[in-house]
T-cell receptor, first 113, second 112 residues
């Protein structure tokens, strides 16, 4: 009964590099959500995806950030040309249907040097 | 220059006592509310949820109360244990929107 899986758990990048964060939803879940958490803050919504579709990206920065959820394989959150302000914990959640309980993964902690 | 950090509200309780964590939500259109527990270095863990057509819901050692009149949500933990020490977040789902909106969190510390 695997839960939501994320990798890597920790990622260190230098300014200007690319960061790729992966999320595999719970078995049977086809709805994936990405959130970002800064220290001592709550989680902030970034994007909501279903297989092969971005449904809501209202929380995504307009530049450098992109997300996908292909037909096969995990969902990917990609951050191009990372800056120090991108340092945060990035969490993925999944649900079986929209507006039902979202279950979270362990997160990827990104540190930009 | 000086950096200012955000400080979470804190609650300290004696082991065995009951804990009450409060949350005010913003949108009267929200119809689904969830409490999550987050331990250091981990992802949020689902505790309990409640829909807007209910005032109260009970789980194992936890109860969530919803007061729609004043847009207030509370989480009650009975017989608090050391393993309950964590940050607790309330989250709301606004109508047709899919994303959750999280509160700022409360740090619960259980004292021996």
């Amino acid at each position: 009964n695997a839960g939501v899986m994320q990798n890597p758990r920790h990622l260190v990048r230098r300014r200007g590099q690319e960061a790729r964060l992966r999320c595999s939803p719970m078995k049977g879940h086809s709805h994936v959500y990405w959130y970002r958490q800064l220290p001592e803050e709550g989680l902030k919504f970034m994007v909501y995806l279903q297989k092969e579709n971005i449904i809501d990206e209202s929380g995504m920065p307009k530049e450098r950030f992109s997300a996908e959820f292909p037909k096969e394989g995990p969902s990917i959150l990609r951050i191009q040309q990372v800056v120090r302000g991108d340092s945060a914990a990035y969490f993925c959640a999944s649900s079986s249907v929209p507006q039902e309980t979202q279950y979270f993964g362990p997160g990827t902690r990104l540190l930009v040097l | 220059g000086e950096s200012v950090g955000l400080h979470l509200p804190t609650l300290s309780v004696q082991e065995g006592d009951n804990s009450i964590i409060n949350c005010a939500y913003s949108n009267s259109a929200s119809d689904y509310f969830i409490w999550y527990k987050q331990e250091s270095g981990k992802g949020p863990q689902f505790i309990i949820d409640i829909r807007s057509n209910m005032d109260k819901r009970q789980g194992q050692r936890v109860t969530v109360l919803l007061n729609k009149t004043v847009k207030h949500l509370s989480l009650q933990i009975a017989a608090t244990q050391p393993g309950d020490s964590a940050v607790y977040f309330c989250a709301e789902n606004k109508g047709s929107a899919r994303q959750l909106t999280f509160g700022s969190g409360t740090q619960l510390t259980v004292l021996p």
